[in-house]
């Protein structure tokens, strides 16, 4: 590795020492940002690992009323039972930071909060599996949301790591020896 070109003069080594001192400074800091990242990262992957085992479970479940369901009716009493949404669905995104890091954060809201309004449908021409496949699938719609706000959170936070694991080995291993 080549050594870095200085004029042999007293204010060239004090300036020198200051930039040693400042870059060793910042490798630390880097290195405990690194670790609280790793941290924050792990949390994540453990709840995200957690949810979805249950998203996928009350999808299999919804889907499992769903099959029953169109197995008991005509399919085109199905889709016209399921043509027209009745609840309409707002999102909200905001941001919140988690180590210089703007992770999403989703909120969403239905136009009535009656849990009756879910049903598109009137109760006479379907079977109860429906009811029952429709209820799955709101009930997993708040954990599906949350899913992707963790997965998004999870995928910003490995790219943050990753750039911060490049600048504390440029540092470690090639900034502060050359100095």
């Known amino acids: 590795m080549p050594a870095i070109n200085v004029n042999p003069t007293r204010q060239e080594l004090t300036r020198l020492k200051t930039r040693l001192k400042t870059s060793i400074r910042g490798h630390k800091l880097l290195k405990d940002k690194r670790d609280e990242l790793m941290k924050q990262f792990m949390d994540v992957v453990r709840e995200n690992r957690a949810l979805r085992k249950k998203v996928e479970d009350g999808l299999m479940k919804a889907h499992g009323s769903f099959t029953v369901a ?5 399919s085109e009493m199905l889709e016209q039972s399921l043509l027209y949404p009745k609840q309409s669905v707002e999102l909200d995104m905001t941001f919140q930071n988690i180590m210089s890091v703007n992770v999403p954060v989703y909120q969403f809201r239905t136009k009535s909060d009656d849990a009756g309004e879910i049903y598109p449908y009137g109760f006479a021409a379907t079977s109860g599996e429906l009811d029952g496949a429709v209820d799955a699938l709101s009930g997993v719609f708040q954990d599906m949301l949350k899913l992707a706000e963790i997965e ?4 910003l936070l490995a790219e943050e790591i990753e750039k911060t694991r490049r600048r504390v080995n440029a540092l470690e291993y090639v900034k502060i020896p050359q100095m």
Not at 70 to 74: E, I, N, P
Request: net charge positive; aromatic share 0%; no cysteine.
């Open 70 to 74: 169109s197995a008991l009716m005509s």
């Open 152 to 155: 998004k959170t999870s995928q």
